[in-house]
């Protein structure tokens, strides 16, 4: 194993107000050590509420301190972990700029030619705003973070965001996985580009955006008041839905679990199949395929079917019956249980599939989840 020296500095600059220490530190490594070395670090004093912005071709964890060792919340910890391939320029990685600009209140790290290979570790105050960019195969990963606005971007790298607060949410990679663990609070818009996937386990929010290409959506929980969700290719699969939904998918199918509110959903070449645990208005529409809509029997709406075939459950006790039989169409509407309400109906229509109206309780559209 390869024997690590470590070297230190310390700088001292005085500001209007307070003391700015910044500390540097390296580990200059011999020859034919292993990867995930620490290369070396910073301590940055900071104002609170400052914010951090990255610029690196590498991967950057951002994780918050504890709020009971740093109580002033008035420190940045930075450090740089990974192999330097470039053995003449050695490891001094004086190609990294890390420093604390006062008058924008910025964090600034930055590097054009660190080594791909490396991870750069920001350590935060729990309320921090976060402004990443990497290029390459860099990820950004953020935890447990509080802030005013969060910004991502990625080219290949995956976004990785785990229990985090915040007012705006931006999040765009044009080739990695976007995932987001444990509960996500904030505005979100995500841009997924090529056959970027989009993995979710909670979100919760005024509005949802989410803009995909050819890659598959999952979502086990979406709580906002409006949602809006577009792919070109890709499968859009919902567990637990509250608020209003958009969707839209041109050769993808679409899956809801349950949904409390209002829906618009459609697809050129794939199936829709939703339970409406508690519905608004409901407008689902297929070119090609099949529609299946499974409701409460205790529901009360109104309900717009049209398709090849219709197939409408014996358990469904459908009131008020006109059948408008066209050209290779069948359409039937109806209201169930009582006299069509305002505000409340379904319409399903499918050019060349079939529509299925289907009981389902409350029990049988749980998923446990893990």
Not at 125 to 152: L, N
Not at 231 to 241: D, T
Not at 293 to 309: F, R, W
Request: proline fraction near 3%; include cysteine.
């Amino acid at each position: 194993m390869g024997s690590l020296m470590y070297s230190g500095r310390l700088y001292l600059t005085v500001a209007r107000r307070s003391v700015r220490t910044i500390t540097t530190g390296k580990v200059e490594q011999a020859a034919g050590a292993r990867n995930n070395k620490p290369l070396k670090q910073w301590t940055l004093i900071v104002n609170p509420q400052s914010r951090l912005r990255v610029r690196l071709p590498c991967s950057v964890a951002v994780s918050p301190q504890d709020p009971l060792v740093y109580p002033h919340s008035d420190r940045v910890f930075v450090r740089v972990s990974g192999v330097d391939c470039n053995v003449n320029r050695g490891l001094d990685l004086d190609s990294v700029e890390v420093r604390y600009d006062e008058a924008s209140r910025q964090v600034i790290v930055n590097s054009t030619d660190i080594d791909s290979q490396s991870c750069v570790e920001v350590t935060t105050p729990i309320r921090f705003d976060v402004d990443i960019k990497t290029s390459g195969t860099g990820c950004a990963s953020v935890k447990k973070i509080e802030c005013d606005s969060c910004h991502i971007k990625t080219e290949k790298g995956n976004c990785i965001l785990q229990s985090v607060k915040s007012h705006t949410v931006h999040l765009h990679t044009d080739g990695g996985k976007v995932i987001c663990l444990g509960s996500v609070h904030g505005n979100m818009d995500i841009v997924a580009s090529a056959n970027s996937v989009v993995e979710i386990e909670k979100l919760l929010g005024t509005s949802i955006n989410i803009c995909m290409d050819g890659g598959e959506l999952k979502a086990k929980y979406l709580y906002a008041d409006s949602s809006s969700i577009s792919s070109v290719s890709g499968n859009i699969i919902l567990g637990s839905a509250h608020g209003d939904l958009d969707l839209h998918t041109e050769h993808g199918s679409i899956t809801i679990d349950s949904l409390d509110g209002c829906l618009s959903a459609s697809t050129s070449h794939g199936d829709i199949s939703v339970y409406l645990s508690k519905i608004g208005q409901v407008n689902l529409k297929s070119e090609e395929g099949s529609i299946t809509v499974k409701v409460p029997e205790t529901l009360s709406t109104s309900v717009q079917l049209s398709g090849t075939k219709v197939d409408v459950s014996p358990d469904i006790h459908l009131q008020d019956i006109q059948n408008k039989p066209s050209k290779n169409q069948i359409n039937l509407s109806a209201s169930i249980n009582v006299e069509k309400e305002k505000g409340k109906w379904i319409k399903a229509e499918t050019k060349r599939g079939t529509v299925s109206l289907k009981p389902q309780n409350w029990l049988q559209s749980i998923k446990f989840y893990t």
